[in-house]
């Protein structure tokens, strides 16, 4: 049996229109609380995004032909055709779902905190800290007193931030494919 081959153009247009919806809300986080520029917030944001979509299809290239020939049915069903099939995974493609979105931020999370933590480290605007400096006995005694130094505080920023990004992208790409199952049953 032969088979066409097919385009999945509607899986390209959202990943693409999820892409920028990403982009734009993670840059306008890491441009108001990292105080990066404005060309410089978009270019990390769109580098570590892009690089998280490529991570995210390579992942998804490896485990698709491992899965259940059922399964598998499923998954090229709704990526293809927007629809689930009713079989043997009918019942379990919830949880299956539910497992996969919450593995799918924490991977997102670390890819792009490593991503613009690499990114920064290369730009030399990442906070170094203090170990290299020569410290007196009354300094060490004093950042005691004060709990963090400013460089674990601003890397713990860094980290809040970033996961803010994350979470706020994640939220928005939700409510976009909800609303997205919202049109399809109206139409």
Do not use: C, H
Not at 1 to 14: G, K
Not at 37 to 42: D, R
């Amino acid at each position: 049996m032969d088979y066409e081959p097919i385009l999945p153009l509607r899986a390209i247009a959202f990943q693409i229109l999820f892409l920028l919806v990403a982009i734009s809300i993670e840059a306008g986080l890491y441009r108001q609380q990292l105080r990066l520029g404005f060309q410089q917030s978009v270019q990390y944001a769109t580098v570590i995004n892009l690089a998280s979509v490529v991570a995210g299809w390579i992942g998804f290239l490896v485990v698709e032909p491992l899965s259940p020939p059922d399964l598998k049915s499923q998954i090229i069903s709704y990526v293809l055709f927007n629809r689930l099939l009713f079989n043997g995974w009918s019942a379990r493609v919830g949880f299956i779902l539910l497992i996969a979105g919450l593995a799918a931020f924490f991977i997102t999370y670390f890819i792009k905190l490593k991503g613009l933590e690499f990114i920064l480290r290369a730009a030399g605007e990442w906070p170094e800290t203090e170990k290299s400096q020569k410290s007196r006995r009354d300094q060490k005694y004093l950042r005691a007193r004060q709990g963090r130094s400013d460089a674990q505080q601003a890397i713990a920023r860094f980290a809040d931030t970033v996961i803010q990004a994350n979470a706020i992208s994640f939220s928005i790409i939700l409510l976009l494919l909800l609303l997205r199952a919202v049109a399809v049953e109206w139409s």
